[in-house]
């Protein structure tokens, strides 16, 4: 494992000097494998994650339907956690590896100390806000106003071009977590679309043409 000075290098915001120091005296290196819960919905959040590697998937559930929120990816924080960091407030979603990931764990009480003490440090935090803010409001208006069927193609494209591939490796009941809908509806319109020639089903995995 690295060690967190030289962990801490990847982060391009970290500009001042003294803040690094201060990450490194006080911050902890955590990883954890793909699956693993990083903050639990309901729990109070003690720490800040950023990621360094991997990626983190933040989202809501209910009557066992999820609806995904937003991926936190290197470089990157939740602003959920960000949120409830700052008012002590449980955490409204839960966050999980992605992949196998590695994040720097910033105890809660440094958060708005270093606001007001560090430029860089309030730009971050500022900046993530306004991001994750755009990010909700794209998603609120795809669920809220577009068809299921351009959601699905469009995620399946967006996976396509983030790996490189046109062989997917997910499950119809991921695909749905991923949407906020259900396995029988993805089930469907996947079956719709390979009659369509669109695309080919496998195994837990979806290659499209």
Known sequence: MKTIQQA?????????????????????ILEFQKGDVVVREGQFVKVLPIVLEGSIRVFQSSEEREILLYYVDAGQTCMMSLSACFFNNQSPSKAVAAE???IVSIPTQFITQWQKKYASWNEYVIKTFR?????LLNTFESVAFEHIDNRILEYLNF??????????RISHQSLANELGTTRVV????????????????????????
């Open 100 to 102: 196998d990931t590695t």
């Open 8 to 28: 801490l290098e990847s982060l391009e915001f970290l500009r001042e000097q003294e803040l690094k120091e201060e990450l490194a005296e006080n911050c902890k």
């Open 131 to 135: 991001n994750r803010y755009d990010e």
């Open 186 to 209: 993805v089930s469907r319109i996947l079956k719709q679309f390979e009659m369509d020639g669109k695309l080919k089903l496998h195994r837990s995995a979806i290659e499209l043409f």
């Open 159 to 168: 996976r396509k071009e983030k790996e490189a591939s046109s062989f997917i």
